[in-house]
């Protein structure tokens, strides 16, 4: 089942976020899709806050395509694949290398790079711009 929500600012956002982070579980891959601006790197960065990130420090990783995180015992990856050609495969960045380990990762222009299969659960977030701060987020699947 998918969640279709519209957040009017980034407070609203904020409170998905949380919502979100309340679901996250090790090993969930998160696609990312939407345009330049949508807010992509803003709801990577409000979930890592709540999941123990200093949030100045999350940042999107477009020119180094990944950035890691350490959370309690665990890593959460952020890749950004916006400066990537499209159907790019995972094994050019070594992508699949970070699927074989037991973290969180969230990824930015998932649209970019070839279909591969994933281990684990894997969610996918659409965001689509509705207005100057207004979102509507599709989030599929939505488990609670």
């Given at each position: ?13 904020k409170k998905l ?30 979930v890592c806050r ?54 969180i990762i969230f ?38």
């Amino acid at each position: 089942m998918n969640k279709r929500i519209i957040c009017k600012d980034t407070e609203e956002t904020k409170k998905l976020a949380e919502e979100f982070a309340s679901i996250l579980k090790d090993e969930d891959i998160v696609l990312f899709y939407g345009d330049l601006g949508a807010g992509k790197t803003f709801f990577v960065r409000s979930v890592c806050r709540l999941l123990g990130v200093k949030s100045d420090n999350v940042l999107s990783p477009t020119f180094s395509i990944v950035k890691t995180y350490k959370v309690k015992d665990s890593h959460i990856h952020h890749f950004d694949f916006y400066r990537m050609g499209k159907n790019v495969g995972a094994e050019f960045f070594e992508f699949e290398d970070y699927l074989q380990e037991k973290n969180i990762i969230f990824v930015e222009w998932a649209d970019r790079i070839k279909k591969t299969s994933f281990p684990g659960r894997v969610i996918s977030i659409t965001i689509n711009i509705k207005g100057e701060t207004e979102r509507e987020f599709i989030i599929d699947p939505w488990e609670s």
